[in-house]
């Protein structure tokens, strides 16, 4: 059994005057949400023995507010195929993944993790979760799914299971899309 938990990054400040995209950091409210998503992620028994993270600013202190959430120190292998990757290269990237490993951490951006969810996991009536993530996959949202294999090459379309989607609104309101002025 193998277990892929993907983590977009929290929400980036548009208001920096960084000259690339790559180097846009977060805003307060998402570093609250990762904070908090980490929190979740202790209580709720997400456990990973592998991360893989884009070296983008915004996913690297995302990561960091969530280790001060989780508890514990995060320490990823920092991979820049990951950044703003579609979702067959993050299934590259999850195929190469050590087989020594049973539960990757991978921690990136939109829209190639919302795409890798809805091409692991098949469409099945009645399914709210992946209903969501088909809806919105929004920043800092974490998903977790499950594949009845001993080796990362062998994840394929359509054979995981959504056993976790959580929005940082779904833990604190506040945390929701902002209001329209």
């Known amino acids: ?87 067959m290269t993050l299934l590259d990237i999850v195929h190469e993944a050590d087989d020594g490993s049973d539960a990757l951490l991978l921690s990136g951006h939109n829209s190639g993790l919302e795409d890798l969810v809805l091409l692991l996991v098949p469409d099945t009536k009645g399914d709210a979760a992946r209903a969501a993530v088909e809806e919105k996959f929004p920043t800092c949202a974490l998903a977790e799914m499950e594949f009845a294999v001993d080796s990362w090459a062998d994840i394929a379309p359509g054979t995981g299971k959504l056993v976790r989607y959580v929005r940082p609104r779904d833990l604190d309101p506040d945390l929701g899309p902002d209001d329209p002025q």
């Open 1 to 87: 059994m193998k277990r892929l938990i993907l983590l977009r990054h929290a929400k980036s400040s548009w208001d920096d005057p960084v000259k690339r995209d790559f180097d846009r950091p977060l805003n307060e409210k998402g570093k609250r949400a990762a904070t908090l998503m980490g929190a979740h992620m202790q209580e709720a028994g997400v456990l990973f023995d592998t991360v893989i993270a884009s070296p983008a600013v915004r996913v690297v202190e995302t990561l960091e507010s969530v280790a001060k959430g989780y508890g514990e120190a995060i320490e990823p292998e920092w991979d820049r195929r990951v950044y703003l990757a579609s979702n």
